[in-house]
């Protein structure tokens, strides 16, 4: 195990297509529901203990080796949105690709035979993780900071949020991130049938209207 190639899956220019989309933050600035640091900093813990916490468990189990076409399935199962699940399957499909040019693995090769289309990106980089010969709790861990690193990042171009403020955001969720990554990890440990199903119905109602709007900066 590397720590560099942790940084190479964790960093938000590894080109898997993240930087497109706002994680909810884009619908959630419309709605007036983050409208400065302090909300934003309420909407990134929500999104990392609800659906943050699933996709990491999804990615830790990935990264431990489990059956990667019944943790698409099971990605499925939590992912009630379909606007959700296309962009879960999109994200994946670009994820994908950057991984098997960065990480060649027979079980990435097999997982884009089996998907054509796209499996749920969760699934896709616990998997690029094993291929880079990372643990679960590293998978979990680079979940974790992408699903608050993304709505950061989209804050500070959709409200001109000071990007001084949005990283101390992050700074400040460290812990919540840590927490979340181990609690992830334990349960992929215990099998899919333990895997969490935390969800946050509010976003997949907005992700429901993002999806119809005919002017909008981000792809989710």
Do not use: N
């Amino acid at each position: 195990m590397t720590r560099a190639a942790l940084l190479v899956l964790a960093d938000g220019r590894f080109p898997a297509g993240g930087h497109a989309h706002s994680g909810g933050a884009e619908a959630a600035v419309k709605a007036g529901r983050i409208r400065d640091a302090r909300d934003l900093e309420a909407f990134c813990r929500g999104r990392l203990h609800t659906t943050g916490l699933t996709s990491a468990s999804l990615a830790a189990a990935a990264a431990l080796g489990l059956d990667p076409v019944a943790l698409d399935e099971a990605a499925d199962a939590r992912t009630p949105s379909p606007a959700l699940r296309a962009t879960g399957r999109r994200l994946g499909r670009q994820m994908l690709r950057a991984a098997r040019a960065t990480w060649p693995s027979p079980e990435l090769d097999a997982l884009a035979r089996a998907f054509p289309r796209g499996a749920h990106q969760p699934v896709v980089l616990g998997l690029a993780a094993r291929a880079a010969e990372l643990g679960a709790e590293d998978a979990a861990q680079c979940v974790a900071y992408e699903t608050v690193s993304g709505p950061a990042t989209a804050a500070v171009r959709l409200l001109s949020l000071d990007p001084f403020r949005a990283t101390a955001v992050l700074a400040r969720l460290a812990p919540d991130m840590d927490l979340v990554a181990a609690r992830a990890a334990d349960a992929a440990r215990q099998g899919i049938d333990a895997l969490p199903a935390a969800s946050a119905p509010l976003l997949d109602i907005t992700a429901e209207q993002h999806a119809a709007w005919a002017v909008r900066l981000f792809a989710s």
